[in-house]
Structures are given as C-alpha cells and as structure tokens.
C-alpha cells in the first residue's frame, strides 16, 4: 500500500518554496522588478549561482516527497538513488575503491587465516580482475556519463530556446557575452556530473563509504535537505518579526521605538549558543516523557530539526531589525513620505505602499546573507553535539564523525572532504548570489554597476 508522508520540515519547505513562486509569478508583472531580476540573473556570477541553487533546491525538494511503501518510508530521492543507498559495505572504502581500506583477517581456502584487504561486496563486483580492469572500465563510462551529460545539457538548451521570449523567461536571457559564456559553462558542468553520477555509482563508491558501509555521495546529497530546510525555514521564520518590529519602530518612534530597541537589545544580549543548548535539552527531556508521540526515529529527529530552525529564527531577527529600522527613520523625513502624509494617508498604508518597498532591497539582500550563515551554523552546532539529531544526514554530523576518521592510520579524509565540497557550493553560490542581489536593487548601486561591467 502505498501512502504518501509528509513530515513537519517538509510542509515547512515546501510552503516556503511555493511563497517564492508565488513571488516570482506576482514579478513576472510588475516590469521594474522583472528588469531588476533580470539583471540579476544577466551578470555572470549571479546567473551561474542561480543554477547552481537550483540544483541544490531540486535535490532537496525530492528529498521532502515522501511515500510509505508496506510499512517504509522513503523520498523520491531514496527511489532515484537506490544503488547508492542499498550498496552498503561492511565498513571503510576510499573513492573508486575495489578493497576494503583496511587489513582484516580472511579465513583461506585451506583454512589458514590470513591478513589482507577484503574483496567489496558492491564497489567494482563487475571486474573480475580489478587491479588490471578497473582503469579502462571508468575511463569507458565516464565517457558514457560525458556523452549522458551533454544529451542533458542539449535538452536544457532547447527548453531554453522554446521559453525565449516568454514574460517570465525573459529574466533568464543573458545580456552579454561573458554571462552567456559562464552560465552555459557552469550548467555543462552540472550536466556533465550528473552524466558521470549516473554512469558511475552503480558501479563504484565515487566518494567511498563511511565507518557502518553507507556510500559518502549518498549522506552529501540527503545533507543537503538538512542544510536547505535549517537555512531556508528559519529565514522564513525571521523574515516577519523583523519587518513587523522594524518598519514601525523606525516611523514611529516614541514608546514604540523604545520597546523594540528593548526587545532586540535583550535578544542580543543573549548567547546564542547557550539558548540553542538549553532549548536542545529541553526538548530532548520532553522528547523522552513523550516518546510514544514519536513511532519512528525519523520522526524524532525531524521534531529536532524544527525545533533547531525555530529557535535559530526567533534569535536571528535581530540584525535586520535593526537595520530596517535605521533605514526606515532616514525614510520617514523623505519628500514622498511627508507628501503622503500631508494627503492624510492612513499610517498602515504608509507602511506597506511606501516605506515596505522602498527596504525590500535591504530584506532580500540581508535574508539571503544570513541564510548561508545559517546553513554554516548546522554544521558548527551538530559538531558540538547540540544541532540535529545524530540519527539525520547532515554536514554537520559528517564533519562530527571526521574528528576520529582524521585521527586513524591511515587516514579516512573523504567524508571531511565531501561534506566541505558540499557547504561550499551551497555557501559560495548563495553569496555569489547575494552580491548580484545588492547591485541589482541597492539604490545606492543602481546605476553605478551594469551587467557589462561586473
């Protein structure tokens, strides 16, 4: 029986992604904002990190599609990566391996045991003769996976051409040379590794396997949800209080002012780290009085994950807090706000049509900043044993576990090494992103900078 499941985390992610479609289908008609987001996307790094939060997106959002198979539970990721999830070793293997990483004693054919690296039960099974196969064997499918990849990257380019000239599809147009050059480079690359994933991890452990067997590429692509729903739902959760706390402060000043500034002062007052740890605690204690509200390990750990994404949104509104209200008390005294007034125009209508997007550049450009301080934030408090659930795949937990694998003889430096590649990309591509987001809607830099420029 099949049964679809949908978890708190995943409600919470994918509602977020539908308000950014709904804000995106609401651009697609205001010409300023469209022209804005076009220049956006038409310089050369934010066109490329873009794709690449896309791909990071896309692969999360499979992860947040659940269903319940006779009794197991599994995402569409789960489904199209199954050689990857089910091709678990007994313990340590490096990249492209076809032996164990360590020595183990092996029972002999004349029972005499001896000391040797065991055979893999799944990476390289297909070569009978690995040490002499296996070069020929990768180098032939991986110029299958180039040849996968750029029929990949042929469909893309006709999806791109039958969308030209649409009203939404217009903001993804390049506008110069050097964008068209570096966007089309950077989605060949994301063509070509899916085309060489595709091709060669049903056949070998393309980042090794970990201490319990599981396949590295596996844990870093199910990392990314952790790291996506902890950026992106705690954004979401941050974005209200502090537009709500902010923009009156800064138009009304008074009694109103002195009780936000109180508000965000003791807020900030606050160690972050110790109230995440207390409130880990705290719901640790509570999840075990309650434990029969929890049949599985899943859900658990995903109540844990929530609970980490709100207590990260309720002490992150502070900063843009008081940015917006900084930038609202210089807006307050502007020409058209004093006009609006003057016209006796309702305070709330002030708000929200004059003052509201006038700091929508400053909500954006902060929001998509603090999100890549967030997603470093899960690794920086798993590692300290009070972020998500040890049970969870997260970056964090990766790097937790490397502490030992750095440590052994030899080296076990693949997992530390997946997991960096892994924030990096995510990190990288959102402030990339963040930088063309702030020459694009700054006021200040509007003008200044130009897409044939940059």
């Given at each position: 029986m099949v049964k679809p499941v949908l978890l708190p985390t995943d409600v919470a992610f994918l509602s977020s992604l539908l308000l950014v479609g709904l804000y995106f289908w609401a651009v697609r008609r205001d010409l300023l904002m469209r022209e804005r987001w076009r220049t956006v996307l038409?310089?050369?790094?934010?066109?490329?990190?873009?794709?690449?939060?896309?791909?990071?997106?896309?692969?999360?959002?499979?992860?947040?599609?659940?269903?319940?198979?006779?009794?197991?539970?599994?995402?569409?990721?789960?489904?199209?990566?199954?050689?990857?999830?089910?091709?678990?070793?007994?313990?340590?293997?490096?990249?492209?391996?076809?032996?164990?990483?360590?020595?183990?004693?092996?029972?002999?054919?004349?029972?005499?045991?001896?000391?040797?690296?065991?055979?893999?039960?799944?990476?390289?099974?297909?070569?009978a003769?690995?040490?002499?196969q296996m070069h020929a064997d990768v180098l032939r499918r991986g110029m299958a996976g180039a040849g996968l990849g750029l029929l990949f990257l042929g469909g893309l380019l006709a999806l791109v051409n039958r969308l030209r000239g649409r009203p939404l599809a217009g903001m993804f147009t390049p506008l110069t040379e050097s964008t068209w050059r570096l966007q089309w480079l950077t989605a060949a690359s994301i063509c070509l590794a899916l085309g060489w994933v595709i091709c060669l991890a049903p056949y070998y452990h393309v980042l090794g396997t970990d201490k319990v067997g599981n396949d590295v590429l596996y844990l870093t692509l199910k990392s990314i949800r952790t790291g996506l729903v902890l950026g992106v739902v705690s954004s979401f959760i941050t974005l209200p209080l502090a537009v709500i706390f902010g923009i009156p402060a800064g138009y009304f000043g008074g009694w109103i002012d002195d009780l936000v500034q109180y508000l965000y002062t003791t807020f900030s007052s606050v160690p972050g780290v110790l109230l995440i740890a207390s409130a880990a605690?705290?719901?640790?204690?509570?999840?075990?009085?309650?434990?029969?509200?929890?049949?599985?390990?899943?859900?658990?750990?995903?109540?844990?994950?929530?609970?980490?994404?709100?207590?990260?949104?309720?002490?992150?509104?502070?900063?843009?807090?008081?940015?917006?209200?900084?930038?609202?008390?210089?807006?307050?005294?502007?020409?058209?706000?004093?006009?609006?007034?003057?016209?006796?125009?309702?305070?709330?209508?002030?708000?929200?049509?004059?003052?509201?997007?006038?700091?929508?550049?400053?909500?954006?450009?902060?929001?998509?900043?603090?999100?890549?301080?967030?997603?470093?934030?899960?690794?920086?408090?798993?590692y300290v044993d009070i972020g998500v659930d040890p049970s969870m795949e997260s970056w964090g937990n990766m790097i937790n576990g490397a502490r030992l694998e750095l440590a052994r003889e030899p080296a076990v430096w693949w997992s530390l090494l997946a997991a960096f590649c892994?924030?990096?990309?995510?990190?990288?591509?959102?402030?990339?992103?963040?930088?063309?987001?702030?020459?694009?809607?700054?006021?200040?830099?509007?003008?200044?900078?130009?897409?044939?420029?940059?």
């Open positions: 038409a310089t050369p790094t934010g066109g490329a990190a873009a794709l690449i939060l896309c791909l990071y997106v896309a692969v999360a959002g499979l992860d947040c599609l659940r269903v319940e198979i006779n009794g197991e539970t599994k995402s569409l990721l789960d489904y199209l990566v199954s050689p990857l999830r089910e091709h678990v070793e007994t313990t340590y293997s490096a990249p492209f391996a076809a032996y164990g990483y360590a020595r183990e004693v092996i029972p002999g054919a004349s029972g005499a045991a001896r000391q040797d690296y065991p055979r893999l039960r799944y990476g390289a099974r297909h070569l003769q690995p040490s002499r605690l705290s719901l640790d204690l509570l999840l075990q009085q309650h434990a029969s509200a929890f049949p599985s390990l899943l859900a658990r750990a995903d109540m844990k994950l929530l609970a980490l994404c709100l207590v990260l949104g309720l002490t992150g509104w502070t900063g843009l807090c008081r940015l917006l209200r900084a930038d609202v008390m210089k807006l307050r005294v502007a020409e058209f706000v004093t006009a609006a007034r003057a016209l006796g125009t309702p305070p709330l209508k002030i708000l929200l049509q004059h003052l509201l997007p006038n700091t929508f550049h400053l909500i954006l450009i902060t929001t998509v900043l603090d999100f890549s301080g967030l997603v470093l934030a899960e690794a920086v408090l798993t892994g924030m990096l990309g995510l990190v990288l591509a959102a402030n990339l992103f963040a930088d063309a987001m702030r020459d694009a809607f700054d006021p200040k830099l509007r003008g200044a900078t130009s897409p044939s420029s940059s």
